[in-house]
């Protein structure tokens, strides 16, 4: 009876220590294209509503202080705020500056001749809500074959803000004035370069990890199994990208598809997520995808070890003691 009340006491003691994880995927409903990204000590998560084009007119996001549990935020932008919205709001980008926060994102699914493309909106908050910023689109254009969609903005060490994006297996790269209303050129006169690298499709995402800049990006097709997230090491942030391989894809066991990611770094803790979507097991549409997390380990010679996918997802990390 004795050892039968202690071992009930170890089992309690070990219950409330348990530690707490995410799973995966970290909250519920269809999200993709996540952009996970940090502002004070709370951790952000900007998805793309996985619909049908012409039901894609808004944006939720999501917050969280530890990583495991998420809060909410409904409708942050709508085609109501931003009136040349049709359809195919895809992709945001959120950055700070000044005390504001703006949400780029890409519209309309656009062709030669259509109206629409990378816009931005912004707001006093990273819950928003987010109003129009320019009034149209920041980029109408198709450039160097790229479609206008999937933009990253990424602020380099120098202050100098880029933003790299396009769809259809082309990647610019531009550097943005101080406003965010146009372009700098570059120092030939151009305005957008091509970076295409390897395989390239979308999605392209930059960090930069003791002093090597990280660019990568998705392959294959977004409803298919093929699927990935391939990388890129540089000195710069111009490149040049030569591809070094898939860190991320299919788990036949776990989930399919995996990809459109981005990467967040606790400074406190020093450990590194990747956020992207998967379909589950046994999905039967395209639309059907999920937001999850799981850790981005390197190697010793700074390579990016292949992710992990798990149910499980990440312990919690909060970003302050």
């Keep these: 009876m004795r050892n039968t009340i202690k071992l009930a006491l170890v089992a309690l003691l070990f219950s409330g220590c348990a530690v707490k994880h995410a799973g995966n995927p ?53 085609n109501t705020r931003v009136k040349w919205i049709s359809e195919a709001l895809w992709a945001p980008s959120i950055i700070e500056k000044g005390g ?16 629409g493309g990378i816009g931005i909106a912004v707001a006093d908050n990273p819950a928003g809500p987010f109003e129009d910023y320019l ?34 297996k082309h990647c610019n790269v531009c550097k943005l004035n ?55 090491i540089a000195d710069g942030p111009m490149g040049p990208f030569e591809s070094k391989g898939v860190i991320l894809s299919t788990d036949e066991n776990v989930g399919t598809g995996a990809g459109h990611h981005s990467v967040m770094h606790n400074p406190r803790s020093g450990k590194y997520y990747i956020v992207y979507h998967r379909h589950p097991i046994g999905a039967t549409s395209g639309n059907d995808r999920r937001t999850c997390i799981d850790e981005l380990h390197f190697a010793e010679n700074g390579d ?17 003691e």
């Excluded at 504001?100 to 259509?114: S, T």
């Design 26 to 78: 970290i909250f519920e409903g269809w999200y993709a294209d996540p952009e996970g990204v940090i502002f004070g000590d709370t951790y952000w998560v900007y998805p793309t509503w996985s619909k049908p084009f012409k039901e894609q007119l808004h944006f939720d996001c999501f917050s969280s202080k530890d990583l495991v549990t998420w809060t909410k935020h409904e409708r942050i932008l709508d």
């Design 100 to 115: 504001k926060y703006y949400l780029f994102f890409g519209a309309n699914n656009i062709h030669e001749g259509e109206y």
């Design 178 to 232: 101080d406003d965010f209303t146009g372009f700098v050129p570059f120092e030939d006169g151009e305005l957008f370069k091509e970076v295409t690298p390897g395989e390239y499709v979308e999605g392209p995402f930059m960090f930069i990890r003791d002093g090597k800049y990280y660019f990568m990006w998705s392959e294959g097709k977004w409803t298919k199994d093929n699927y990935r997230v391939a990388y890129a």
């Design 135 to 168: 009034g149209k689109p920041l980029i109408n254009d198709i450039i160097n074959g790229a479609q206008p969609i999937d933009q990253f903005v990424f602020k380099d060490v120098d202050g100098t803000y880029y933003m790299y994006y396009g769809g259809w």
């Design 304 to 320: 990016i070890l292949p992710v992990v996918m798990t149910f499980e997802g990440v312990e919690a990390d909060p970003l302050t």
